[in-house]
């Protein structure tokens, strides 16, 4: 089993900058990949950016991309997402995931969430 637990969440204006974490812990040798979704009120949960566990490498949404950064710890067992130049379409729940890349499951293991409020 996995753990995930994402925080780094608040208020903040439009054009500012939030760093979330997602910290792991369990069998974390088994993560494969990680991502971010992001829940907007009222609105369908959706993607955001994927980063492989063992190089980092990250895709992200095109909503996102040139703005948000996502990367990882291994030492800490933490990934995080560093959200640039906010927009109040930004606004949302974050949740991270994880899954081991077994054939036919994906995000197995799912952080709490942590709010994400940008302001106009």
């Known amino acids: 089993q996995v753990q995930l637990v994402d925080s780094g969440g608040g208020l903040v204006q439009a054009g500012g900058s939030l760093r979330l974490s997602c910290a792991a812990s369990g069998r974390t040798f088994s993560i494969y990949t990680t991502a971010w979704f992001r829940q907007p009120p009222g609105k369908e949960r959706e993607f955001v950016a994927r980063?492989?566990?063992?190089?980092?490498?990250?895709y992200y949404a095109d909503s996102v991309k040139g703005r948000f950064t996502g990367s990882r710890d291994n030492a800490k067992d933490t990934v995080y997402l560093q959200m640039n130049s906010l927009k109040p379409e930004d606004t949302a729940v974050y949740y991270c995931?994880?899954?081991?890349?077994?054939?036919?499951?994906?995000?197995?293991?799912w952080g709490q969430g942590t709010q994400v409020t940008v302001s106009s």
């Open positions: 995931a994880a899954d081991r890349g077994q054939p036919g499951i994906q995000w197995e293991y």
């Open positions: 980063t492989y566990w063992s190089s980092g490498i990250t």
